[in-house]
């Protein structure tokens, strides 16, 4: 059944999307690279998954047709709505009898301009807290940085800003998320890291999650510090690689990569076996939650799947803290061990979003999800392992205002 | 380390699960018996073998009481002179690297990297020549060699049967479930006494326990104020730099391109300075490197370890920097591995655990296990002992992840030996010779080895012993 000549298209020329669709047989689509409508398998960027899906545009995915994102799938991916989502739910659950959700892995937040006041109420409670400040839809590492004064602020106004303002009106019109900055995470080596976690959803109702066992950690070039003298340094304070790339001590040979399977060994024999699942229960945990919080607003089409990059932060306790999910996780590979993951990671997401290139109508696929209820079905495909499946939760109870799902253990 | 009196060995054995396996065994023989004295128990001891199992675990105590004392002297002359010529070529290596660095600093577009005073390489070449002495030595006249071999020195040789019966157990080992990994976790929090814990170690050692496993083992499980002073004070005499200092950070280069330790280049740099400088390290340590040759005028001298530092050096530190957060436990772990292991790889001696009697036992089982194998190397100049000396020098550190150099270690303290080095060089042999089989030269051969592998404790012990 495999090794059907469907047909591809890419928005990115990357070898680990191209080769991985040459490598099962797919052709690519001829017609004309940026109308062409005749695909099966479309890895686009967002911009012409929201240009699809635009009704003015009157075109309409058949079946036989699978795009990597979800309409609007920024109500997860951008830093504001991100933010906003989770506040959102986390004011629904507390309304709900059942606690369930541990919404404690998100630093304090303010998206500007809206909340700008609140922050400075904030702010002036907690002179010596520093703040990051980040654009709210940007990537690798652009327009961040860190705040101590209110007047830094003027990188983002344009003009003078005072610590008596009540208001900003931004140089530009994109929003901006100011969060408290984790100025004590976890270190290795005196260099500060972040997580970056590939999780893949195939369906948001109900929701279905799988999450990679291949992952790792971007680490800083420079010793980490909490010097007010190098609060502008980069290198100590911004874990991107679209950062760190320009240290002078960056390496070509491991692109400041280290496994997830390293860091895990590390945490557990530093920490304890104890410690080690307490922090991975909390990141699962994240994933769930943040998922959760978007579910009842993300359209769920039927021709979508996405697979998200997860960002997390490790404090000095081993607490994991949520910096953003990337829509469209670089797919560049800076090593051959990088580009084998990113390989395997492709090939593992196709195999589960098109197991045997097939392709379930609407009403097969309820009833596959049925059959698959009942009968065994496969918690492990390549590297991902299925977190999260709602059509087995036994406690899911489904309104038509709103949702309260027990996380299934 | 002084001789223990009867309090002590008590408080030892107190300290052993056996001992008190052994107490509750002898309860249980003399039942309800209202008067036991001496007599009874001495008795019921000498007849289910308690006695012996007693008698045992006290040697074993005063065993380990007596102070370690530093191999100088080899049963065998000729090594012993051989290890001077060998501390003399050192001291040459030295005078040239140091002209290197003199001439690098001069002129930046000079970067020659050979800035090391001896590699693995350099060790085999050395160990070579002892074949073509002994041929022309009238001692061993009578005595046949095999040509074929690159080492094949008349030195006591334990059989190679006998290694590859020793670690046959690790055919069979499957993996745990989890009540008897958390009875493995129990044994250890409990177990003091080092016999215990080589036991625990030979079969399995859960990644959470195993620091604390490593401590105990060598006794350091209390003394954490104290390793942090000395690390303290040896940290302080790094503000002294020394010449040594500038090789071991160009060391450091290597393992600071590897994706599993560049995170700790730091602190591998850190204890390395720090074991350069610590003098406790030469009564300490199990067999003399160099022989402390004192060289007149020479702008250096040996370091106060008694050994000059080596290529790769870093290697043997990076593992156990998963171990801890700390770097005194880091260092006191990294220093007791090479005081008891780690030094025989890189001496020049006849003892079982010598890089020489590793070499001997790894070409005499290829030899007759994979005789094809072994002469297709020859054949096309690619010796077996060339084509694994730098696994076997650094127990596969760079080559296998993580995980698998943990086990290596716990099988090293669990048997008290490297041996465990000849099966997973054999395994690693027998693993890849298909591929080196149809090799047709060298370049062929180093294509194979370039290429990206994955290779496991687990899987080399299976290769191992397949025929």
Same mark, same amino acid.
């Given at each position: ?8 298209? +890419? ?379 709602? +059509? ?18 | ?55 045992k675990?006290?040697?074993h ?10 191999l100088?002297?080899d049963q065998i002359?000729f090594l ?40 693995e390489?350099?060790?085999l070449?050395?160990l070579q020549?002892f074949k073509?002495?002994q ?5 061993y006249?009578n005595v046949q060699f095999q040509s074929n071999k690159l080492l094949n020195i008349n030195i006591p040789l334990k059989s190679s049967q006998s290694i590859l019966d020793k670690y046959q157990y690790l055919l069979l080992q499957e ?20 016999i215990?814990?080589e036991k625990i170690a030979q079969t399995f ?81 199990r067999i ?52 008891r292991y780690f030094?025989f790889l890189?001496a020049i001696s006849s003892e079982n655990n010598s890089i020489l009697s590793l070499c001997m036992q790894i070409e005499e089982i290829v030899s007759t296990r994979s005789p094809k194998l072994f002469h297709h190397l020859k054949?096309?100049?690619c010796d077996t002992l060339k084509l694994i000396i730098h696994q076997l020098v650094y127990c596969f550190?760079?080559d296998m992840?993580?995980?698998h150099?943990?086990t290596i270690y716990d099988q090293i303290i669990g048997h008290d030996s490297l041996e465990i080095l000849v099966i997973l060089c054999v395994g690693f042999l027998n693993k890849y010779k298909p591929?080196l089989l ?17 290779d496991r404790f687990q899987e080399l012990v299976q290769f191992a012993y397949k025929q």
């Amino acid at each position: 059944m495999q090794n059907k000549k469907l047909k591809w298209k +890419s928005d990115f020329e990357k070898s680990v999307i191209i080769e991985n669709f040459v490598n099962r047989g797919w052709i690519k689509s001829q017609e004309k690279e940026e109308e062409s409508t005749d695909w099966n398998v479309y890895w686009a960027t967002v911009w012409n998954v929201r240009n699809i899906f635009n009704p003015k545009n009157g075109f309409r995915l058949n079946d036989q047709q699978i795009i990597n994102h979800f309409p609007n799938h920024y109500e997860l991916t951008r830093k504001d709505f991100m933010v906003k989502n989770l506040k959102r739910f986390k004011r629904e659950q507390d309304k709900e009898v059942l606690e369930t959700f541990n919404f404690d892995f998100l630093p304090t937040t303010y998206i500007f301009p809206g909340e700008y006041s609140l922050f400075v109420e904030e702010f002036h409670r907690n002179p010596n807290q520093t703040w990051i400040v980040k654009p709210a839809a940007r990537s690798q590492g652009k327009g961040i940085f860190l705040l101590r004064k209110i007047q830094q602020l003027k990188k983002i106004s344009g003009t003078t800003v005072t610590s008596n303002m009540t208001q900003l009106n931004l140089a530009s019109k994109e929003n901006y998320v100011v969060s408290r900055y984790i100025d004590n995470p976890l270190l290795i080596g005196g260099k500060k890291f972040d997580l970056r976690m590939y999780v893949l959803v195939t369906n948001y109702k109900p929701l279905k999650v799988w999450i990679y066992n291949k992952g790792f950690g971007r680490f800083c070039n420079e010793q980490y510090t909490t010097d007010v003298a190098e609060i502008e340094n980069m290198f100590v304070h911004l874990t991107n690689v679209a950062i760190q790339q320009y240290s002078d001590k960056y390496s070509q040979k491991h692109g400041g990569k280290y496994s997830i399977d390293a860091l895990k060994l590390y945490v557990e024999s530093a920490y304890g076996t104890d410690a080690l699942q307490r922090m991975m229960d909390d990141i699962h945990n994240i994933m769930l939650t943040s998922l959760k919080s978007v579910q009842a607003v993300i359209q769920n089409d039927k021709h979508c799947f996405e697979m998200y990059g997860y960002d997390i932060l490790l404090d000095s306790n081993l607490k994991p803290w949520l910096i953003e999910i990337n829509a469209s996780p670089s797919l560049t590979t800076t090593t051959p061990v990088d580009k084998n993951l990113k390989m395997n990671l492709i090939n593992d997401v196709y195999n589960i979003v098109l197991p045997n290139d097939d392709f379930p109508d609407n009403e097969q696929k309820c009833n596959y999800l049925f059959i698959q209820c009942i009968e065994q079905q496969p918690t492990k495909v390549g590297g991902f392992t299925l977190l999260y499946d709602e +059509s087995l939760d036994p406690n899911n109870r489904k309104t038509q205002k709103r949702q309260s799902v027990k996380i299934w253990k | 380390m002084q001789q223990f009196d009867n309090q002590e060995i008590l408080m030892k054995l107190k300290s052993s699960k056996q001992f008190w396996d052994i107490k509750k065994k002898l309860k249980q023989g003399l039942g309800d018996q209202q008067k036991i004295g001496v007599n009874d128990i001495q008795k019921l001891a000498q007849s289910c073998e308690i006695e012996d199992q007693l008698i045992k675990l006290i040697s074993h105590i005063l065993k380990k009481s007596k102070k370690r004392e530093t191999l100088k002297e080899d049963q065998i002359e000729f090594l012993n002179t051989s290890k001077i010529k060998w501390t003399e070529l050192l001291f040459k290596n030295l005078d040239i690297v140091h002209q290197k660095t003199k001439n690098q600093e001069e002129d930046d577009t000079n970067t020659d990297s050979k800035l090391y005073i001896y590699d693995e390489k350099n060790l085999l070449a050395f160990l070579q020549t002892f074949k073509q002495q002994q041929q022309s030595n009238a001692l061993y006249q009578n005595v046949q060699f095999q040509s074929n071999k690159l080492l094949n020195i008349n030195i006591p040789l334990k059989s190679s049967q006998s290694i590859l019966d020793k670690y046959q157990y690790l055919l069979l080992q499957e993996e745990l479930q989890d009540d008897k990994i958390n009875k493995i976790r129990k044994q250890i929090e409990n177990e003091h006494l080092d016999i215990e814990l080589e036991k625990i170690a030979q079969t399995f050692v859960p990644n959470g326990e195993r620091c604390l496993l490593y401590l105990k083992y060598f006794e350091f499980d209390h003394q954490e104020t104290v390793l942090q002073q000395n690390f303290a004070k040896l940290q302080k005499e790094c503000l002294n730099q020394l010449f040594y200092d500038e090789l071991l950070e160009i060391d450091g280069h290597e393992i600071s391109e590897d994706t599993f330790y560049f995170v700790f280049q730091e602190q591998i740099l850190t204890c390395l300075k720090c074991f350069i400088r610590d003098r406790t390290i030469k009564e300490n340590i199990r067999i003399q490197l160099q022989n402390g040759v004192k060289k007149e005028h020479a702008e250096f001298q040996l370091p106060v370890t008694g050994f000059f530092p080596f290529k790769n050096i870093s290697k043997y530190v990076a593992p156990l920097c998963y171990l801890s957060t700390k770097i005194h436990i880091i260092y006191a772990l990294f220093k007791e591995f090479f005081c008891r292991y780690f030094c025989f790889l890189h001496a020049i001696s006849s003892e079982n655990n010598s890089i020489l009697s590793l070499c001997m036992q790894i070409e005499e089982i290829v030899s007759t296990r994979s005789p094809k194998l072994f002469h297709h190397l020859k054949v096309i100049g690619c010796d077996t002992l060339k084509l694994i000396i730098h696994q076997l020098v650094y127990c596969f550190i760079g080559d296998m992840d993580p995980p698998h150099i943990l086990t290596i270690y716990d099988q090293i303290i669990g048997h008290d030996s490297l041996e465990i080095l000849v099966i997973l060089c054999v395994g690693f042999l027998n693993k890849y010779k298909p591929k080196l089989l149809l090799a047709k030269n060298q370049e062929n051969v180093q294509q194979i080895f370039s290429e990206l592998r994955e290779d496991r404790f687990q899987e080399l012990v299976q290769f191992a012993y397949k025929q």
